[in-house]
């Protein structure tokens, strides 16, 4: 049998995905108890990390050993995928050991073919195109402040990336509404725009209004050469406080994190009362053991 992969979000379907939030709060208010919950007891996770990670690979690692599992954790520069071994090769194998699998890499094209190798549920950790996991993370952490996100208006002011990516997935799926805020040549690929989603020139007119206010990193990992030019490009694609005013007043600010206070996001926005980026953060374990669940036993309820 095909086993269920988690690349992008749209691989779910909403009711799917609202599945995970349910699991989310029963596993998180567990967790908060202290009461044991080892489902995953005798299981293993592959972690294949080819790009840095903090909060990623925490979320896995620990997830994993709080669900009852084992976590094994692989950079590229220390496995044979860092000397040229076929990413389907490396999948046949890794797949034949473990029981779900997560990958944080660059091209998406790399994890789908290594996705259609595994025996087993691969899960993308990030790509140059998407990242699942952090929306999952994102959209449960409004629900969790604001309840259910459907109707809202969110505003992605800054890069069109990998993040913003995912929230246009995530937008279509959750009917809300996002306004998306990019420096002239940067712009949404027009191919990922979809009805529920707005582009604004002036960041301050997309941030009116909304409901929630993120942002990212002007440079990904993998863009660094181009550091010094987006810093230039990006200057007035900035969440600072002024922006935050021009959003309704009970609106949330997120940040997926590492941030650089002082580029994408002013200190006063990020450590102010709008922010949620620490429970955004910790959400990241709480929504991913409820995938890891998802993926290796299939619906549960309890
Ligand atoms: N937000 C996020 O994915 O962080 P890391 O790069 O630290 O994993
Ligand atoms: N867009 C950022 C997210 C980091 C978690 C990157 O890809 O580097």
New binding site residues.
Partial sequence: MTPRHFLQFRDFTREEHEHLFARTRWIKDRFKRYERYWPLEDRTLAMIFEK??????MSFEAGMHQLGGAAIYLYTRDSQLGRGEPVEDAAQVISRMCDVIMVRTFEQDIIDRFAGSSRVPVING?TNEY?PC?ILADVYTYQEHRGPIRGRTVAWIGDSNNVCNTWLQAAQLFDFKLNISTPPGYEVESERLNSNCESFRDPMTAARGADLVTTDVWTSMGFEAENEERRRDFQDWQVDADMMRAAKKEALFMH???AHRGEEVAAEVIDGPQSVVWDEAEN?LHTQKALLEFLVLGKLSG
């Fill in positions: 840095p990670s903090t909060r990623t690979r990030l990242h952090q997926c994190l590492p990241r």
